[in-house]
């Protein structure tokens, strides 16, 4: 605001979750640059929930979300206009997986790189002489963890082992690129300047890899059939047999649809799951198979909203 005293801005030092929609409905365009895809796939949920339809049930303008991410020297922009384009539901399967596992056969046997002999120290050495977990901001247990990571790193002959890298590999760190930020930030800024001005169409997809490559384009993917943020009609439709508890299909609804913890309510507003507040009262329903919920009367033959 010193630098720029036509900007006026607010702050907030809270999660994003703990504000509603009429918080978030107030803006025409929010930029995401959050550190998780939790955060990114709440925020991209509730900004389609948000959208109103009009009679002939189509959905009016929306709160568009400029997401942006780095990770390393990799990094994307993406414009998502709720129910236009491919949200970020849509194309979950398109991210990345984390590779911060290895598998403990290489680190017993074959290590190779100095990763899996700090892996090793941490996840098998560590375990079997001390009896708790690793406090990884406790320097004391963190120097353990390298130390032994060194000396097994001698013994297969590989380099490279540092503290610092001990750090990352432990708690996971990705190391942050001032540059990537910059590009991606910069990215976000003027897609959000052309959406709010109107001066330009907006660029919907851009990725920056400053290892190989970038790849830039205007044309965002198209929303994902079935899609269970933003595909309209009856999106998904499961096959229960009477003798599946309502518990082992949640498991597989999970797994499915990639849903951490996922509500599921009747038109007439009672839920048959649901997390924290709306889990009150109904916990006795997991145990019980699709056969006994509706003998019981507490299944809705009209359909469920995940
Ligand atoms: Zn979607």
Known sequence: MKRCPRVKIDYYTTK?????????????????????????????????????FNENNE???????VDGGTEGFQGQSRVIHPYKNACYECTLGQLPKVENTFAM??????????????????????????????????????????EKAMERADQFGIRGVTYKL????????????????????????????KILTGCNSSIDKSFYSGQT??????????????????????????????????CDFVQRLKKDSNLAAPNIEADDGTYLVGTGFYAQGIEHKL????GQLRESGEFSENGYTI
């Open 287 to 290: 145990e019980m198979t699709f």
């Open 105 to 146: 056969c290489t680190l017993a046997s074959t290590p190779r790189i100095p990763e899996h002999c700090i892996a090793y120290a941490s996840q098998k050495l560590w375990h079997e002489i001390f009896k708790k977990p690793i406090d990884k901001d406790s320097p004391v247990d963190m120097h353990w963890i390298f």
């Open 16 to 52: 994003i979750q703990e504000f509603d929609m009429s918080f978030y409905s107030q803006f025409q365009v929010i930029i995401a640059g959050l550190d998780n895809v939790e955060a990114r796939r709440w925020m991209n949920s509730t900004l389609h929930r948000m959208v109103p």
């Open 59 to 65: 959905p009016e303008v929306g709160t568009v979300l």
């Open 213 to 246: 490559s970038t790849n830039i384009s205007p044309i965002a993917d198209a929303p994902k059939e079935g899609c269970v943020v933003c595909s309209r009609s009856p999106t998904v439709e499961y096959t229960v047999a009477k003798d599946e508890k309502l």
């Open 166 to 193: 001990t750090m990352g590999v432990v708690k996971n760190i990705i190391p942050a690129i001032a540059s990537t930020n910059a590009l991606i930030s910069a990215a976000c800024v003027s897609e959000t300047i």
